[in-house]
């Protein structure tokens, strides 16, 4: 376990890209067609990712264990968690991506089927945690351990880390998920809400806000999925370029908010403790 800690300190950033790498791996593996006989393609997708996601979550809090690194990383007593309120733009944003739609008669839920919402509310549990845990809790962590001990530096250990996370999503158009214009715009707006998610972080010195409003705004945006008679499950995803221009613009805000919260986030001491 040393040579471990002893390669993490030394190569942090080889570190990271192959955290990520082979978690992206690990949950882009399908077979879902495998479990079709006990149930409907859409709930085997769910909890295929459910399964993956989930997976790979735990192995990597395992992981930061090991490394000495879960106090870094967001997993720390509530006794300590500071300035939590910091995260209430994801309500708002959670609100306008769709989370009143089941209510306003814009949607009708599909109530009909309860093991496809459940596996549903999971599945997009299982990306907030997912995502969080491995670019907010483990990247960050790992980085700042190596370059946190200027504001400078934190700040652009916060943007680049979460570029990364914008692009990632790549694997959406090269997985035939999303057109180019579609991921584009995901990739502008994914590395807004990572430098917001970031910010949080680092301020509440806790991680559980950021998985649980990352997973609110997932499942928000996708109740089209559960409702009557909805076909949109596994359509490739598209956008005008009027709504992704809108989208980018909406969404920008939470850059400009992630950066000032940044402003006050203490430097990282070398046991990198999130303590104030």
């Given at each position: 376990?040393?040579?471990?800690?002893?390669?993490?300190?030394?190569?942090?950033?080889?570190?990271?890209?192959?955290?990520?790498?082979?978690?992206?791996?690990?949950?882009?593996?399908?077979?879902?067609?495998?479990?079709?006989?006990?149930?409907?393609?859409?709930?085997?997708?769910?909890?295929?990712?459910?399964?993956?996601?989930?997976?790979?979550?735990?192995?990597?809090?395992?992981?930061?264990?090991?490394?000495?690194?879960?106090?870094?990383?967001?997993?720390?007593?509530?006794?300590?968690w500071k300035q939590v309120w910091l995260i209430w733009p994801i309500l708002l944003y959670s609100v306008l991506n769709g989370g009143t739609s089941p209510f306003d008669g814009t949607l009708t839920l599909d109530t009909g089927k309860p093991l496809l919402i459940a596996l549903f509310i999971l599945l997009y549990l299982s990306v907030g945690f997912i995502e969080e845990i491995v670019f907010r809790g483990a990247a960050l962590s790992i980085l700042l351990k190596k370059w946190g001990g200027s504001r400078k530096q934190i700040y652009w250990v916060v943007v680049l880390s979460n570029v990364a996370f914008g692009g990632l999503h790549l694997i959406n158009l090269i997985m035939g998920r999303r057109t180019l214009l579609s991921t584009g715009a995901q990739v502008l707006y994914g590395t807004f809400f990572g430098v917001f998610f970031a910010a949080c972080l680092l301020r509440n010195k806790s991680i559980w806000?950021?998985?649980?409003?990352?997973?609110?705004?997932?499942?928000?945006?996708?109740?089209?999925?559960?409702?009557?008679?909805?076909?949109?499950?596994?359509?490739?995803?598209?956008?005008?370029w009027q709504n992704a221009l809108v989208t980018t613009l909406i969404t920008l805000p939470l850059l400009v908010y992630g950066l000032v919260l940044l402003r006050k986030v203490e430097p990282i001491t070398p046991t990198l403790s999130l303590e104030e």
């Open positions: 376990m040393n040579k471990l800690k002893n390669f993490v300190n030394e190569h942090p950033v080889i570190t990271v890209i192959a955290l990520i790498l082979l978690s992206t791996v690990l949950t882009e593996i399908r077979f879902e067609d495998k479990l079709t006989d006990l149930m409907d393609f859409q709930s085997a997708s769910y909890l295929v990712g459910i399964i993956e996601q989930g997976g790979v979550s735990i192995l990597v809090v395992i992981l930061l264990g090991k490394l000495g690194l879960l106090e870094a990383a967001g997993f720390t007593n509530p006794s300590r806000p950021v998985i649980f409003g990352h997973a609110l705004f997932d499942l928000c945006g996708n109740f089209s999925d559960i409702t009557v008679g909805s076909q949109t499950f596994d359509q490739v995803m598209d956008l005008t």
